[in-house]
């Protein structure tokens, strides 16, 4: 049987793009189709237009530390909501032809088009057929509103990367990465921020210390959260949005933005005519450790699998898929111990398990905490502290998990995740020589158990 291809991937964000240029490397014949920009939700509307966005917050901070160092600012500054979208509309646009350059180079064929299933190895789009040996489904996700009366006048992250105007007042639904990270952003560059959350904190399943020390620096910061607050409508008055919570309590804003979950991007792909098995809740794309759908040839790998939704993860995911099928190297992707940062201000880095998660799984284990003022805060005068935290078994010394609210907590964890990838021992911590002066120091010293 011959193909036009060997490997056609539909959906070119961070999982697609990895595996198909991965396969193409090896050799493989390779064809990717994609109806929107390249580069997927990471690219376009998610991490990187995000944290562009977070930088322009974090000049705030910088302009008012400042003047405890000495410096003196000729006039209050301003900013301007208008040059900051554009600025990052332009950067994107680099990064969309980048990725097309990239995938050219890697000898992918770029097909700009949605395209759908018709059988366990041919694709429609444009009314075209196009055959392969294999094919992989890597659609992503998109964000949903919550189901209530009047929910989709809630504008979602992929609206809220693109405003013309920054909100004075804005009500963020939601308590998970996105709704901090926006409340971070929109606080930051001078909107009125409420956070409302329908259980009893931010971030469910982080660890409660890194969930307390976040709700207090955000706190401090004049983001309002709401908690035990869960919408039941929004309505659009004159000159306002109010939501109605279920309680009858009601909350006017400028604008309410949902960030209230992703769901897999599944419908319109033919996955039903082909047989293609799905979550029955949440509609994910059901594959095994090797990313393969119930069908033989048909392969799944990112968001739309609902695995771990994470960029690296679905890079992995599609490099293991392409190192199996094309390099003879069979792969599977280990989900221990993936870090995770949330950039918030400040931001988070975590790593391994929650204190909760340790001890529902029986561990005994030791809690070692820090909270301190950061050195950089003694001059500016800025009352926020940073908390670091490490999960010990105290059975065999092993650190189980690291969690860290503060400066520069993404880029610290990342190196800490090798070490509880390698399976450190607390002792090989406290070993380590620290890196001095610096906060990620305080990981290697810190001596007291707190329980
Ligand atoms: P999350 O699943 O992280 O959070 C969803 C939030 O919405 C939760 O607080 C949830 O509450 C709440 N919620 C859900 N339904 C309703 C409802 N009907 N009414 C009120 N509240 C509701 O989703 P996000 O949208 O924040 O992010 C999606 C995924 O994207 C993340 O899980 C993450 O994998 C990824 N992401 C990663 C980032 C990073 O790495 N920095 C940044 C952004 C996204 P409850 O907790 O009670 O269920």
């Known amino acids: 049987m011959s193909y036009d291809f060997d490997l056609i991937t539909i959906g070119a964000g961070s999982g697609g793009v990895a595996a198909s240029r991965r396969a193409a490397s090896y050799g493989a014949k390779v064809a990717i189709f994609e109806g929107d920009r390249v580069g997927g939700t990471c690219v376009i509307r998610g991490c990187v237009p995000k944290k562009l966005l977070m930088y322009a917050g974090q000049y705030r901070d910088g302009f008012e530390d400042a003047l405890g160092y000495g410096w003196s600012l000729p006039s209050s500054p301003t900013f301007d909501w208008k040059n900051l979208i554009a ?46 040996h294999t094919l992989l489904i890597a659609t992503g996700g998109h964000p949903v509103r919550p189901d209530v009366s009047g929910g989709d006048l809630a504008i979602t992250s992929n609206e809220a ?15 998970g990465y996105i709704a901090v990270e926006f409340a971070a952003i929109f606080n930051a560059l001078g909107a009125d921020v409420t956070l409302m959350v329908r259980g009893d904190g931010l971030l469910r399943g982080f660890d409660a210390d890194v969930r307390s020390a976040l709700s207090v620096a955000m706190q401090t910061r004049g983001v309002k959260i709401l908690t035990g607050a869960q919408p039941a409508a929004i309505e659009q008055a004159s000159n306002a949005f109010l939501v109605t919570t279920k309680d009858g309590a009601q909350y006017a804003a400028d604008l309410v933005m949902a960030a209230t979950g992703r769901a897999p991007n599944t419908s319109g792909l033919g996955l039903e005519t082909v047989g293609v098995a799905t ?36 890079i992995a995911e599609g490099r293991a898929l392409a190192e199996t099928l094309y390099n003879n190297n069979p792969m599977q992707v280990s989900y221990d111990n993936i870090p995770t940062a949330v950039f918030t201000s400040p931001p988070i880095g975590t790593v391994g398990l929650t204190e909760e998660q340790a001890r529902a799984h029986n561990k005994t284990i030791d809690i070692y905490r820090t909270a301190f003022r950061p050195m950089k805060n003694t001059l500016s005068g800025r009352d926020e502290r940073t908390m670091m935290k490490l999960v010990v078994d105290s059975t065999d010394d092993r650190v189980l998990g690291a969690h860290m609210v503060g400066p520069d907590a993404p880029e610290i964890i990342q190196g800490v995740a090798i070490a509880l990838n390698c399976g450190a021992t607390k002792k090989q911590f406290d070993r380590t020589i620290g890196l001095h002066p610096s906060a990620a120091e305080e990981f290697v010293t810190m001596r007291d158990k707190v329980s």
Request: proline fraction near 5%; hydrophobic fraction near 40%; aromatic fraction near 4%.
């Open 279 to 314: 979550h029955p809740r949440t509609g994910a794309v059901q594959v095994d450790l090797n990313s393969r759908t119930n069908i033989d040839s048909i392969y799944a790998v990112g968001d739309v699998t609902n695995r771990v939704s994470l960029t690296p993860v679905a």
């Open 161 to 175: 990367l693109e405003l013309s105007t920054l909100p004075n007042r804005i009500i963020i639904i939601g308590a």
């Open 87 to 132: 600025a990052k509309g332009r950067e994107i646009d680099r990064l969309n032809r980048t990725y097309h350059n990239m995938l050219e180079k890697a000898g992918v064929t770029l097909i700009p088009s949605f395209a759908r299933l018709i059988d366990p190895h041919t694709v429609e789009a444009n009314g075209r057929r196009h055959t392969a």
